[in-house]
């Protein structure tokens, strides 16, 4: 299956959800809905109420509500979206102003904790305690993810360790998360439910790897934020992390010097420096292999439609230019 | 029973809460720890966590866990106060440095994540759904309720009912939570439930209409935080507004005049205002219809000693001076 027909087949899923995202966005203040659809609807591609679409129904289930229920992780994403940006001052995403840029700092730290509170709401909707405990723990450990992130921050003696350990917290949790509510929902067996818990942990390390050296060799335009962004901002990422052991004494002195201040013109020299010491390709090593150890774990599942669609998933999510 | 006795009554509770909130504020960051002991150790009152511990015990729940559970109550207040100073840009909380002056907005927003997060994780503990199903239909009644107040900043013609409908939501509905709360882990029947549901709800509009007199009536000192400290940022709460309804034509012009920059030399004359129009008189009325609607629905209990503790504690925050 090639990526114009696994869009396509998904494409249904995908429309479901968008409905479903804007059907559950109720309240009684119309300001939260302006916020809301703000981050939800300007773009975005839906990875991870798709990632506990697809995992319920690998697990067989047939629910009317997996649409609903599928919110629950776009709308906690979006919570942490919104403090993200307030948090990195940030004033672009997906090409778009940042909703702190339009309407304020206060107002979207009190919409992100409106969102959060939402997505709990609907996790009730389940009837099922386990979700809300995975939910619940996945909240715990994306706060402190993105905290350990802000100290980490500017830290160019990072090791690989320590960014493992943040984009396992900030963003292969929630995957997981999703995954494995997929599971439960559906009442799948126990080694299902551990099997997509880790399906979905290495996709997000995969995911979050892949983001980052988009992060140094992508697009302005594509990406919708300018190029060494996470630099500019301090996030210390694993291809410049690599670039800092691999490059020569020359190499080493250089990046530490355009780390301290990334100006748009040095993105070039950045990404040329990354490339050159072989930097790039580890990471690209890595995100290969959290991919193969992704789709390894499909392997319990028998051959359906769905297991199809997610082994699509993990190689697009690999080869994605944005 | 006066103050004194009913202090030292509950003082064994209020300690096994304060070692409660220390023993459960366990996390993989040492930092959040030292942010999180800062806004939770430096003073409070504790009312929360002691509503449900009480509730629990007035419906005769004897579980050793109630000390744990309280907790919840605590980290999402803590958690809405972070939030909130950095919304308001706040410097002084309980007469102590507000946490954003010390570590930053940043790490304040994550922080009141991860205490958001902690207390849904403790909730899961009660191994009861119906727990979560209050505590989010709560939280998102507060976020609702933080966003009316900050897009009714500075509207002087707000009236009595959206007054209501802030305080409702960003205080009362969490005190109801812990009241109700507290008859669920218990297993209590239904009417003892919503008796409890209901008197922390006429509670907590007590408890926010005493706390917005005393932003015009109380001491500097003793409140920790500016007089008209509210109306100097933007809230305009039920003294104000009665106030602008019964003060004479003169006395309308002026007050508006007063709350378009409040200086701290300007708080003797907006207390004295408030005061002569029979504002003050009228807000304390309110304070203590719903003190007694609260006390109401303590009738379907037997006298025992908590239900003895409830009264003593409608009393003493109608009373309180700060």
């Not at 490339?275 to 774990?297: F, P």
Request: charged letters at 25%; hydrophobic letters at 45%.
């Amino acid at each position: 299956m090639n990526q114009a027909q696994l869009l396509a087949a998904l494409a249904p899923e995908i429309e479901a959800i968008n409905r479903a995202l804007e059907a559950n966005l109720t309240t009684h203040v119309p300001f939260i809905s302006q916020v809301g659809r703000h981050i939800l609807l300007s773009g975005g591609k839906r990875v991870r109420p798709l990632l506990f679409v697809l995992s319920a129904r690998l697990c067989g289930c047939r629910s009317n509500h997996l649409a609903d229920f599928s919110t629950i992780f776009e709308y906690l994403h979006a919570a942490t979206l919104l403090h993200d940006d307030v948090v990195d001052a940030a004033t672009v995403r997906r090409g778009t102003s940042t909703a702190n840029t339009i309407w304020g700092n206060q107002a979207v730290i009190l919409v992100g904790d409106f969102l959060l509170a939402k997505a709990l709401s609907l996790a009730v909707t389940t009837d099922r305690l386990k979700v809300l405990q995975v939910l619940a723990h996945a909240t715990t450990m994306m706060a402190e993810g993105e905290i350990l992130q802000l100290l980490h921050a500017r830290n160019l003696d990072l090791t690989e360790e320590e960014y493992f350990e943040v984009i396992h917290r900030k963003t292969a949790v929630l995957m997981s998360a999703a995954c494995q509510i997929g599971a439960i929902v559906s009442g799948a067996p126990p080694e299902q439910e551990e099997a997509l818990a880790r399906f979905g942990l290495n996709l997000g390390l995969t995911f979050q790897l892949v983001d980052d050296i988009l992060d140094f060799t992508g697009d302005e335009r594509q990406l919708g934020k300018p190029v060494a962004n996470d630099l500019k901002e301090g996030r210390i990422t694993l291809p410049f992390i690599a670039a800092l052991k691999r490059a020569d004494e020359a190499g080493r002195r250089r990046l530490r010097e355009l780390a301290r201040e990334v100006r748009p013109e040095h993105a070039g020299e950045i990404r040329d420096l990354l490339e050159s010491c072989g930097a790039l390709e580890y990471a690209r090593g890595l995100a290969r292999k959290y991919t193969r150890a992704a789709q390894d774990h499909l392997r319990l599942f028998p051959e359906c439609p769905e297991k199809g669609y997610f082994w699509g998933i993990t190689e697009m999510l690999l080869a994605r230019t944005s």
